[in-house]
């Protein structure tokens, strides 16, 4: 089954977001993720404490409303919004420096929430993402390859390129697209600030912001990752149905917002096709995880 890319890629767009300070200037990026009971706003607590004037090391969850808007498909309607989920910069745990929001609004028409999908090996990746670097508060688009992870799990990112932009201070926060796979990957965290010469960034990877905000992985990988094992092999089994699973909810929630924007009778009954498909498969997987969770 075979879902449109060019689908895909509409979703990311319509889920970035841009964050103001109180005052209006633009501090970074969020963007809108699926979560098991609703729809939420990810993106960095340092990019929440700029916001809000605080300091980037703040412990405590803040309180005051945080305004935004979906610069690529509503620019200038701004929607206020809550932290839900903290975990602030320096936290001793490999997920520092997240905040996930609540928007306290309905949401403009056409976006879309992205699912994050855990991966391993993307070393060499192409990807893609969005910032609003000093002087481009319109925002640009950034590109390098993906390497791997570092001591405390985020991922290293880098730009390859001649020209064009690479991934800097006001990328913080922004959702990292896998050319390779077609999926977000992860949230852009840091860019490196000392050497001036060296074009590197790091992101979290999904799997340990899915790690550490339960919210963000559906109730049937939760219920299996709640079980322990036997054997390094039922181990395997989880982790390849987890996966698996994660796919397959993209693929649903792809082809059904493509079924939104489809007129043709002909091309509708293609794509409800393809959902019912999806649906069979993701039953499947799920009655698999059941089983080994058993």
Same mark, same amino acid.
């Given at each position: 089954?075979v *879902?449109?890319? &060019?689908?895909?890629?509409?979703?990311?767009?319509s889920?970035?977001?841009?964050? %103001?300070?109180?005052?209006?200037a633009?501090v970074?990026?969020? %963007?809108l993720?699926?979560?098991?009971?609703g729809? #939420?706003?990810?993106t960095?607590?340092?990019v *929440? +404490?700029?916001?809000?004037?605080?300091?980037?090391d703040?412990?405590?969850?803040?309180r005051?409303?945080?305004?935004l808007?979906?610069?690529l498909?509503?620019?200038?309607?701004?929607f206020?919004a809550?932290?839900?989920f !903290?975990?602030e910069v320096?936290n001793?745990?490999a997920?520092?420096?997240?905040?996930?929001?609540?928007?306290?609004a309905?949401?403009?028409p056409?976006s879309?929430?992205?699912?994050?999908?855990?991966?391993?090996n993307? !070393?060499?990746?192409?990807?893609?993402?969005?910032?609003?670097?000093q002087g481009?508060?319109?925002?640009? !688009?950034?590109?390098?390859?993906?390497?791997?992870?570092?001591?405390k799990?985020?991922?290293?990112?880098?730009d390859s390129?001649?020209t064009g #932009? /690479?991934v &800097?201070?006001?990328?913080?926060? +922004?959702?990292? !697209?896998?050319?390779n796979?077609? /999926?977000?990957v992860?949230?852009?965290?840091?860019?490196?600030?000392?050497?001036?010469?060296?074009?590197?960034a %790091?992101m979290?990877?999904?799997e340990?912001?899915?790690?550490?905000?339960? &919210?963000?992985?559906?109730?049937?990988?939760?219920?299996?990752?709640?079980?322990?094992?036997?054997? /390094?092999?039922?181990?395997?089994?989880?982790?390849?149905l987890?996966? /698996?699973?994660?796919?397959?909810s993209?693929?649903? &929630?792809? +082809?059904?917002?493509q079924?939104?924007?489809t007129l043709?009778?002909?091309?509708?009954n293609?794509?409800?096709?393809?959902i019912?498909?999806?649906?069979?498969?993701?039953?499947?997987?799920q009655?698999?995880?059941?089983a080994i969770?058993?």
């Amino acid at each position: 089954m075979v *879902v449109s890319t &060019e689908n895909y890629i509409q979703s990311l767009r319509s889920a970035i977001a841009r964050i %103001f300070h109180t005052h209006g200037a633009v501090v970074g990026v969020g %963007f809108l993720v699926s979560g098991r009971s609703g729809n #939420y706003m990810m993106t960095c607590a340092h990019v *929440v +404490a700029a916001a809000l004037s605080l300091p980037e090391d703040t412990v405590t969850v803040p309180r005051d409303d945080i305004y935004l808007d979906f610069p690529l498909i509503a620019p200038g309607e701004k929607f206020p919004a809550q932290v839900i989920f !903290w975990r602030e910069v320096g936290n001793v745990s490999a997920c520092e420096d997240v905040a996930g929001l609540q928007i306290k609004a309905q949401l403009p028409p056409g976006s879309q929430a992205i699912k994050l999908i855990p991966t391993d090996n993307m !070393w060499g990746h192409n990807f893609r993402t969005f910032g609003f670097p000093q002087g481009h508060n319109d925002g640009v !688009w950034g590109t390098g390859l993906l390497r791997d992870s570092q001591g405390k799990g985020w991922v290293q990112i880098e730009d390859s390129k001649v020209t064009g #932009y /690479r991934v &800097e201070l006001g990328f913080s926060g +922004a959702p990292v !697209w896998d050319e390779n796979l077609g /999926r977000v990957v992860g949230m852009v965290v840091a860019a490196e600030k000392k050497r001036v010469d060296i074009k590197t960034a %790091f992101m979290i990877p999904a799997e340990i912001l899915m790690q550490a905000w339960d &919210e963000l992985t559906p109730s049937v990988l939760s219920n299996a990752r709640s079980q322990t094992p036997t054997n /390094r092999v039922q181990q395997l089994k989880i982790k390849t149905l987890q996966q /698996r699973f994660e796919a397959l909810s993209s693929d649903y &929630e792809a +082809a059904y917002n493509q079924l939104n924007y489809t007129l043709s009778a002909g091309d509708r009954n293609l794509i409800q096709r393809q959902i019912n498909t999806i649906l069979l498969d993701l039953e499947q997987v799920q009655s698999e995880l059941d089983a080994i969770s058993l």
